[in-house]
């Protein structure tokens, strides 16, 4: 938001972008945007010809249509590579995002000082900017649809407004390309421009051979214009890389061929050779002739004259590739001991931490500085080390460079020597590797790389496992069908001794670990966590194999723990081998099966004794301990660790209160059954379960007399309405007809006769258990 106070803003994705609006240039509250957008995202992107591409992204501002009282500043930064004075980044703008022109308004420095004037915005200055490759904008109203066009790679040119008198137009980039406009060309002013474009001499060795070379490619504009009288050129003869001239010219010049090009943007260019139809003239290592029509102009000196626009079509097509300024940044993974993975990128403006190699736990291990790369041209890759490129036979690495897309090779290493350390070093081509015996290639870019280790690329922390857990939990919760997959992680004992703390002890119980042995860890060592990490490793030693994590931490929950499996594990890695995902799984649910019957408590194989009776009391008085588990309950009753953290861990859960006469009887029955121990019935009275009903009063013997005398009575009266039940069935059942009775036939070879006695027989069994005879 700025108003006529003016201001300044930078890009959040981009710092480098920025925007200066000066005090007094803003007539009212605007809230100013500025977007970096794709060129695909456009509905007409700017029209781009043979040698041009995007320097960046294309620039979205807004609000459309916006008047400023005088000029604002923009700042964007740009990746072309502008080789000295070769090339150029002009500026385009459309007004409604379908046609595009050239900005007009120049940012000179003194327009931009003139501009911003009254700013207190500090400014670079001109050589500043060329090094950070950052392209100023002078602007006085946004456009339409989009404010600032990307600055396109242009070839250097010089334009200038000639008329009837003529004029001279001179290169600054070949100074010796000259174009000489006689009075009388022109019948109205135009500007005319002069592009001269040089040829690397490396360039056309490498792809013609050290017998051609190539003189600058020379532009008049605009292009397919005919003058009303001819031009005069000026071009220097071409030169070999680093030989000077291959033929000392006179007057008979065979090998120079003079070539041209009539086609106009957007049309790709077509040499055809005029040599024979235009006159050259030689003078101080430069060809002249005269032309009526504005084309494009080049001198080949090779010798195979027949195929000279053939080699010059070759040589155009990668002399125009837009050349950029990019980085070569490498990820890396190790996988496993022999082999790791690495992600090799060629980056303009991406950002510098990838997400999908962040999140498959990818390290950066080497960044380049910037390089020049060609739009579209492979990046060959080559490595040497103690690091093998997985690839077929006979292919090579290699990366295709696009600006401002995501250019991503993956590939796999294997490492050549275990006891080494797994680095190499990774050069960038611009060719394909060459074969023996040839001259090596010079590389555009050497890095050097290394594993990271097996821990740093298969760590995760306890809040993304435990983040991991509750979204899982919570799926399961809402009843989604969720895929199993098997993951192991580690545990260490270290950490959960420390998180453990003071319930150790409950957990040694949950763990099965006896109550002299707790005492003997609490004798042996002073603090808490020294007791807690001795008790895990007793259980370790004694369990052996049996000592799992699954185990350890079915054990954490079981006494409401899981902050501590949640923090303490580490290295979580999914399991894909089946079988090791198959004995978890086994081991896994053997675990939770385990859990289960602790929960429910008493088996079907427990609750089913021989010889067991109806009477609850009768059983109760034939369980006796053992003297050993009677002696550690004494113990565990003296010494329990959990009332010395202040809390019962048995509270809820207290044994019955007998009343005094049951306590002796009790008791006496305890000492016959283990020796006289007059200490054992405390223990056996701790170890009552509150289901068991209290034994009843002792009687005298009157009372025990009357009793059986109600009994008695109560029997003979019992056995009277049997007997009338009886004879009233017998009756019901005469009165019937022969073979209606199921009962009687179905049961004939298992009861015995008479048919009613059955009904007797239960109702006396009935009355004895209620009367207790």
């Known amino acids: 938001m700025v108003d006529a106070r003016g201001g300044a803003m930078r890009g959040c994705r981009n710092p480098s972008v920025r925007i200066i609006v000066p005090p007094r240039k803003c007539c009212m509250p605007t809230r100013v945007t500025c977007r970096l957008v794709k060129k695909e995202k456009i509905f007409r992107p700017p029209p781009l010809v043979e040698g041009e591409g995007l320097a ?50 120049q940012a000179t420095e003194e327009a931009v000082a003139e501009a911003l004037g009254s700013s207190a915005e500090e400014l670079d200055s001109e050589e ?123 007057g008979d010049r065979p090998t120079l061929r003079l070539l041209f090009s009539l086609t106009e943007n957007p049309n790709p260019a077509k040499w055809e050779d005029v040599t024979e139809t235009k006159p050259m003239t030689l003078v101080d290592d430069c060809v002249s002739f005269t032309t009526s029509i504005s084309a494009r102009f080049w001198l080949i000196d090779c010798q195979n004259v027949s195929e000279a626009a053939q080699m010059a079509q070759v040589l155009y097509q990668e002399a125009v590739t837009v050349p950029y300024m990019a980085k070569f940044v490498v990820f890396a993974k190790r996988d496993a001991q022999e082999e790791g993975k690495l992600r090799i990128f060629c980056m303009t403006d991406d950002k510098d931490d990838k997400t999908l190699e962040k999140q498959e736990k990818f390290y950066e291990v080497a960044r380049s500085r910037d390089i020049e790369v060609l739009e579209g041209r492979p990046q060959f890759v080559e490595m040497a080390g103690n690091l093998i490129p997985v690839t077929k036979s006979g292919d090579q690495l290699h990366v295709n460079f696009r600006a401002f897309r995501e250019n991503r090779l993956p590939c796999t290493v294997k490492i050549r020597d275990q006891d080494q350390e797994p680095s190499a070093r990774v050069a960038f081509m611009k060719e394909p590797k060459v074969a023996r015996g040839e001259a090596p290639q010079t590389p555009i870019c050497n890095l050097n790389i290394r594993l990271p280790d097996m821990s740093d690329s298969m760590e995760m922390d306890a809040d993304k496992a435990a983040d991991i857990r509750n979204r899982h939990d919570f799926l399961r919760g809402k009843g989604l069908v969720i895929q199993d997959s098997v993951n192991r992680a580690e545990l260490k004992l270290t950490d959960i001794a420390d998180l453990v703390q003071g319930d150790w002890v409950v957990l040694a119980q949950q763990l099965h670990i006896s109550i002299s042995d707790i005492n003997h860890i609490k004798n042996d060592y002073k603090t808490v966590g020294d007791q807690a990490l001795a008790m895990l490793h007793f259980w370790v030693e004694k369990n052996g194999d049996k000592a799992t994590g699954n185990e350890l931490e079915s054990a954490l929950r079981r006494i409401n723990r899981d902050d501590v499996v949640r923090k303490s594990m580490q290295n979580v890695g999914r399991v894909d081998d089946p079988v090791e995902a198959a004995a978890a799984k086994a081991a896994m649910d053997q675990s939770g099966f385990d859990t289960f019957k602790e929960e429910v408590g008493v088996t079907s194989k427990d609750s089913m004794k021989r010889g067991m009776s109806l009477d609850v009391q009768f059983d109760e008085q034939d369980m006796v301990k053992n003297l050993d588990d009677i002696q550690e309950s004494e113990s565990a009753t003296e010494e329990s660790p959990t009332q010395e953290r202040g809390k019962d861990i048995t509270e809820g859960r207290q044994a019955p209160f007998a009343p005094p006469e049951v306590t002796r009887s009790w008791h006496d029955g305890a000492q016959a059954a283990v020796d006289d121990d007059g200490d054992v019935y405390d223990a056996l009275q701790a170890s009552l379960d509150t289901r068991r009903p209290a034994a009843p009063p002792l009687k005298t013997p009157d009372e025990e007399e009357q009793e059986a005398r109600e009994k008695a009575a109560a029997m003979e009266q019992l056995a009277l309405d049997v007997n009338k039940f009886s004879e009233l069935l017998d009756r019901k059942e005469a009165s019937q007809q022969p073979g209606i009775s199921s009962l009687a036939l179905h049961g004939s070879n298992l009861l015995p006769q008479p048919q009613t006695s059955w009904h007797c027989v239960y109702l006396m069994y009935l009355a004895a258990t209620v009367l207790d005879v």
């Open 56 to 105: 960046a992204r294309v620039l979205e501002m807004g609000p459309v249509g916006t008047k400023f009282l005088g000029p604002v500043l923009l700042e964007v930064p740009h990746y072309a590579s502008l080789r000295g004075k070769e090339r150029e980044v002009v500026v385009l703008r459309s007004d409604n995002g379908e046609d595009w022109y050239e900005h007009p308004m």
């Open 128 to 250: 500043d900017l060329s090094t950070k490759r950052i392209k100023r904008i002078l602007t006085s109203d946004l456009p339409m649809y989009f404010a600032l066009v990307s600055r396109v790679t242009r070839v250097k040119q010089e334009s200038t407004v000639i008329g009837m008198e003529g004029g001279v137009l001179s290169s600054n980039v070949v100074p010796q390309v000259q174009a000489v406009l006689p009075e009388g060309t022109l019948i109205r002013p135009i500007p005319i421009g002069l592009q001269a474009q040089p040829i690397a001499p490396e360039l056309v060795a490498k792809l013609l051979g050290n017998r051609v070379a190539a003189s600058p490619i020379v532009t008049i504009e605009p292009r397919r214009r005919k003058f009303h009288k001819p031009i005069t050129l000026t071009i220097p003869v071409p030169r070999a890389a680093q030989k000077g001239m291959i033929n000392q010219y006179g």
